[in-house]
């Protein structure tokens, strides 16, 4: 069992940049595709990037490029989730997680989630 933990949520300011930060309890580098989703109040998990088991692949769901970043630390035991420019609508739950298929897998074939990370935007 893979175990994914998110950190760096919180309250933040309209405006500012955010970096979350997705570790496991063994290495993922070479094995998993990490993916980076959200669940806003009310509405359905969605897809927000993913990255390559031994990177720099990249997909990004539909019109998130740009706004959202998806990178590995230097050493390759963290992906991160960069949310550039942060706006009242980034308010959501956060959450990592991953597969043993391809880049493009959709939700329903991740196979391990992590629990999320309450990130709450503020004007």
């Known amino acids: 069992q893979l175990q994914l933990i998110e950190s760096g949520g919180g309250l933040v300011q309209a405006g500012d940049s955010l970096r979350l930060s997705c570790t496991a309890s063994?290495?993922?580098?070479?094995?998993?595709?990490i993916g980076w989703f959200r669940q806003r109040s009310g509405r359905e998990r969605q897809f927000l990037a993913s990255?390559?088991?031994?990177?720099?692949?990249?997909f990004y769901g539909a019109s998130m490029e740009g706004h959202f970043t998806i990178l590995r630390d230097n050493a390759g035991n963290a992906v991160i989730l960069q949310i550039n420019t942060l706006e009242i609508e980034d308010t959501a739950v956060y959450y990592c997680?991953?597969?043993?298929?391809?880049?493009?897998?959709?939700?329903?074939?991740?196979?391990?989630w992590g629990q999320g990370t309450q990130v709450t935007v503020s004007s």
């Open positions: 997680a991953a597969t043993s298929l391809f880049l493009r897998a959709g939700r329903d074939e991740y196979e391990f």
């Open positions: 063994r290495p993922i580098m070479n094995h998993y595709v």
């Open positions: 990255i390559d088991r031994s990177g720099p692949s990249t």
